[in-house]
């Protein structure tokens, strides 16, 4: 099983390229922290789970990180290629933007649990912050994650492959062709020929 990363900030695209994937059969890992995030608002109500976020970050990306990690456990190991909206280190970095530490046993996971590529999402110049999911970063918060994130999937021991804001059928064919590039021995053969 080889594990592919979209990373970076809110609103770069990484939930439409997972999206891609899974439409054409592949294995994939949804944004664990969106479904954490659903889980405090149908409990507090939009409005509570604002308040008790601003008042207790520390906690918040602690239900983060465990959530992601139920997540990749829960990801097909039978699937030559999974797809993840997301890894732990890109919540490391949403620590870091909120000023709170977290306990060094996600630490330990991050550097035991490994990504294969880490594909690093440039933040969209149509921003949609979508608040009715819950979330409440801006697009200068974007923008600082991203960057976050980029260092410390580094300090991590990765190189993260960028794709810029281009159109998904790009994207995907980066993608597709790093893949071919570190991985030879094992095509990933989509159903649907990318246009031009």
Same mark, same amino acid.
């Given at each position: 099983? &080889?594990?592919?990363?979209?990373?970076? $900030?809110?609103?770069? %695209?990484?939930?439409?390229?997972?999206?891609?994937?899974?439409? =054409?059969?592949?294995?994939?890992?949804?944004?664990?922290?969106?479904?954490?995030?659903?889980?405090?608002?149908?409990?507090? $109500?939009? %409005? #509570? *789970?604002?308040?008790? +976020?601003?008042?207790?970050? !520390? =906690?918040?990306?602690?239900?983060?990180?465990?959530?992601?990690?139920?997540?990749?456990?829960?990801?097909?190991? @039978?699937?030559?290629?999974?797809?993840? @909206? +997301? %890894?732990?280190? @890109?919540?490391?970095?949403?620590?870091?933007?909120?000023?709170?530490?977290?306990?060094?046993?996600?630490?330990?996971?991050?550097?035991? *649990? +490994?990504? @294969?590529?880490?594909?690093?999402?440039?933040?969209?110049?149509?921003?949609?912050? +979508?608040?009715?999911?819950?979330?409440?970063?801006?697009?200068?918060?974007?923008?600082?994650?991203?960057? &976050?994130?980029?260092?410390?999937?580094?300090?991590?021991?990765?190189? /993260?492959?960028?794709?810029?804001?281009? /159109?998904?059928?790009?994207?995907?064919?980066?993608?597709?062709?790093?893949?071919? !590039?570190?991985?030879?021995?094992? /095509?990933? &053969?989509?159903?649907?020929?990318? /246009? #031009?």
């Amino acid at each position: 099983m &080889r594990k592919i990363v979209f990373a970076g $900030g809110t609103h770069c %695209g990484k939930t439409t390229l997972v999206e891609y994937f899974a439409k =054409e059969g592949q294995a994939t890992v949804s944004e664990s922290g969106i479904h954490a995030i659903s889980k405090f608002v149908d409990v507090m $109500g939009w %409005g #509570g *789970y604002r308040s008790w +976020r601003l008042a207790h970050q !520390e =906690e918040f990306v602690e239900k983060m990180l465990e959530e992601q990690i139920r997540f990749e456990a829960k990801a097909s190991q @039978d699937a030559p290629y999974v797809f993840y @909206d +997301r %890894g732990i280190i @890109d919540y490391f970095a949403m620590a870091d933007h909120l000023s709170v530490s977290f306990h060094s046993k996600f630490d330990a996971y991050a550097r035991e *649990y +490994r990504y @294969d590529l880490v594909f690093l999402c440039e933040p969209l110049a149509h921003f949609d912050q +979508r608040e009715q999911s819950g979330r409440m970063f801006t697009r200068e918060d974007s923008k600082k994650l991203t960057i &976050r994130a980029e260092s410390l999937y580094r300090e991590f021991g990765y190189v /993260p492959i960028r794709l810029p804001d281009i /159109p998904v059928p790009a994207r995907v064919a980066i993608i597709l062709k790093t893949i071919e !590039e570190f991985f030879p021995a094992e /095509p990933l &053969r989509l159903s649907v020929p990318l /246009p #031009g």
